[in-house]
């Protein structure tokens, strides 16, 4: 692998960007390759079977770009089929649930933790088992929100169709009592300002991605394949449907303007 080969990123859609921000952020060296599944969007609704199916499609592609390094951009990939992925990737990669575990358990004082996601990801039980496994005492608190990511999808994210999911899905973790949620879907930080004010104050809200950029810049590190300094770099964005409706989602959510996106048929 080469050190300024680029760094591949797959979801179904927009919700990965959360945490290509995080890569623009603490990886400002870095390139990166994009893919956004926009032909099979959402994940939630997918079996295990086409989950796995798709995303092997995905990380072939991004490893014919040449990428040294996979972050599975998704929790429902990375709760379902990343297993699968790392055995038959021939570079490393990363998900989001062991992060979005490890800060969950750092920041809860009450020891009860909610979660909201996908319908496919609450199935798995990964962010449960994860929580229960390295916690002592824990509560784990977990909604399917699946209105949430059509939503954003279209860039409807100050809608009263927003705000009513949101109560409907959020109450019955607020009568729990929780601390702490778990942004179980990268689309939700793009509603992190609403769900914090139905929450209120007393909730701390997890965004796994900052924690799974951290972990994948480590090992970057400790492969020596992270790349320092000032550099010419480049973000390209493939997607699999409507590149255009892409783009413009990616520009209300990034305030800029990301270039031309490209329509590959895997």
Known sequence: MKRNAAIGLFDSGVG?????????????AESTVYFGDTAHVPYGPRSAGELTRFTKKITDFLQGQGVKYIIAACNTSSSISLPVLRERCKV??????????????????NGRIGVIATEATIRSGAYEQGLKKLGRDIEVYSRAAPRLVPLVEAGRTDTYQVTGALR?????????????LILGCT????????????????????????????????????????????????????????????RAA???????????VRQIDL
């Open 16 to 28: 990965g960007l959360s945490v290509a921000v995080e890569v623009y952020r603490q990886l400002p």
């Open 92 to 109: 490393p990669m990363i998900g989001l649930i062991e992060p979005g575990v490890a800060e969950a358990l750092g920041k809860t004082v």
């Open 168 to 180: 409907e899905y959020l109450f019955p973790l607020q009568e729990a009592g929780i601390d702490t």
């Open 250 to 260: 990616a520009g209300r959510f990034l305030k800029k303007d990301i270039g031309p």
């Open 187 to 246: 689309h939700y930080p793009f509603l992190a300002r609403q769900i914090a004010e139905e929450l209120g104050p007393g909730v701390r809200l997890v965004d796994p991605a900052s924690a799974t950029v951290r972990a994948a810049k480590e090992e970057l590190c400790r492969l020596d394949l992270a790349i320092s300094g000032i550099r010419p770099i480049s973000h390209c964005f493939y997607v699999s449907s409507r590149p255009d409706a892409f």
